[in-house]
């Protein structure tokens, strides 16, 4: 299982996404570790597609194609941490009416399809994309774009990154239109929206909705991935007041997404608002809204989530809050035990208490701007959560604290933790009074909202709450739990930590003492069974407690952490790992993986034949033509007598054979220098320890004794390195063979 274990940690590439996601996306590993075959019916160039036309169904056959180079970086291709579009074909498609197209692989193939449109004339432009979907029917793909009779449009039908080819079938249809569907209310046309006004619920069912060509590409609707919004349906909204309604799909059952835009008719511009997931998988928009004003609202779904029966709900703005007689600290309004309270800061000013105090250092300053004041008197015994999320657009900070007016002791202060808005937690007492603080980021602008105010009961103490009761990892799988921790004491704890990557919440602490001095992984990934953590998490990796950063990582395999670092056999390392955001807690399995040697020879510096840099967290070579990189890594013990290194190679070319060589000397001071498609990193009196090929999933393990095949003794110092074929066509640069990342390795006795 170790071999297995490493393979698929070296491959999982680094992710950026900082939002939570919903439990039926599937995860970016469970797409990339596919197997890597590929290709043809279209055509495997579109320099030579095929040319088909009108409404039909077309076979396809891409089971032996290649990726080519067009279509493989549109912006709205990116689904799941790729816009690539595997094993791809062509067609050059004429329509025969003007309207909408749609092109769809649902019920017609079991291949895992990407789709995307261009248009006609040859091999498309980058950034010309019209439409591109990965997921639409479970792992098919369907597309819609506007046509022009007569014109021609290039389609692409692929897989996702990693996926296999195979053979099917797109079925074209052309028109569009048509009904939101079942229940009524709503239209699958921007141009005869149903009308609606004021506010209340209106029932709508999009369940044989088309998904249209507006409102599909705007970066504020851009969130999991995709900026699309599938199976839309419209409203056409006259408002009854001023002010900041709410527009939602809360309570329904679809996974819904929606949008509002200012005016009538097919929007023209930017949404004022965009939502995909406020309240479960129900989305929630606030917009600022005129009386008689009118404005167009697009109801719809997820990416790949089906339609069905929902209600949109129009709420108006709260009665007024009063102004002015809270503004400070002396003045707090009076409230009382849990519920929501409305405040309003459009005319407050920015008192002087509360404005330097270190805990509330966050984005560059400690201010809050705008501050009013509650003193409010706890009901329960327990932690009390305040918060803004969902109760105010504006952008807010917030502080409670316990003391007097002039004499507080800040308990807890916070910036952003849900978007733009704050919370903030603080063990309280039934009866005592705690001053609540509600203000702005500094330069925001002040606003009207709500403050949910809660207490949950305390939970016993973690063990592993502080760095100096951490638990002990091993080699191997270690299940982490962080239920029931808070923010520990230690200086070197998730709150306020002074990490590079995001600061972790409800943070747990483990210690790691290195068996080989070499690469250490760690990753809370779904690697061989294990399964990943069930939360948003944060690792961090000091050299001791209220040490030194080692290593930090947000998100790598989805929105779990992965990382690697350089150990020193014998050293103890002190891992922290919590919650991406307040109150998210939960339970996983932590991967140690330790390697042998320093790797070196990284394909990520500039330094790559065709600009084939790899982009991976992890050391590794140029990236090849499976649109990865291969990497290499040793495991074992690096004892010349009794040898039990294996050198493990992963993200090859599938199928095909490389060599397994070392070298006295690591080439250009260890940066190594062009060769074929890769980085040649070892030289000098080179021996070949092992001819092998890869497996289907691009992993080569040597199985020789490296010690004694390379002839080394105690003492020594060798420079290990893997060369492969690359497919017969060239690889990313047109040459016949790659290489990884090198490895260091000195041998003892």
Known sequence: MRFSILAACLFVGASTATAQQPAQKPSLKTKLITSMSATVGGSDDCNSAVAISGPGTFNFDNSAASTGADGQNEYICYDFGSSAVDNDVWFDWTASATGNATVSACNNTSVDTKIGAYPGGGCPAPGSALACNDDTCSLQSEIQFATTAGASYMIQVGTFP????????????????????????????CLSADAISGYGSFAFDNTTATTGADGQNDYLCYQFGSSAVDNDIWFSWTSDGDGDYVFETCGSSPDTKMAIYDG?????????????????????????????STYTIQCGNFPGSSGGASTLTVSPPPPACPTGIEDECATAGAISGQGTFCFDNSAATTGTENQNDYTCYQFGSSAVDNDIWFAWTADADGQAIVETCNGTSMDSKMVISEGSCGALTVLSCNDDTCGLQSQVTALVTSGSTYYIQVGNFPGATGGTGDISVSIVPVMPDHPHDECATAGVLVDGANVIDSTGAAYGSNPATGSNAANSCATANEDVWHSYTATNSGLTIMALCNLDGTPAADFDTVMTVYDGCGGAEIACSDDLCGFQSGLGFMATAGSTYLVNIGGWSAGEVGTGTLSVISTTGTPFCNGSGGACPCGNDALQ??????????????????????????????????????????????????????????????????????????????????????????AATGGVSAGDRRFYQYWYREVPTGGVCGNSHNLTNGVDITWGV
């Open 162 to 189: 990693g996926a296999t080819g195979g053979t099917g079938a797109i079925t074209v249809t052309e028109g569009g239109g048509g009904g939101g569907g079942g229940g009524g209310g709503g239209n699958d046309d």
């Open 264 to 292: 009538s008719g097919c929007p023209a511009g930017s949404p004022l608002a965009c939502n995909d997931d406020t309240c479960g998988l129900q989305s929630q928009v606030v917009a600022t809204v005129t009386n008689g």
């Open 617 to 706: 967290l992890l050391p590794s070579g140029c990236v090849n033509s499976t649109t990865q990189p291969a990497s290499l890594a040793a495991q074992g013990d690096a004892s010349a007598s009794a040898s039990s290194v294996n050198l493990i190679a992963v993200g090859a070319v599938p199928g095909l054979p490389g060599v397994f060589f070392g070298g006295e000397n690591a080439i250009n001071a260890g940066s190594g220098v062009a060769f074929g498609d890769g980085l040649r990193c070892a030289g000098f009196n080179v021996v070949r320890l092992q001819v092998t090929a890869s497996d289907g999933s691009g992993i080569a393990i040597s199985t020789v004794d490296v």
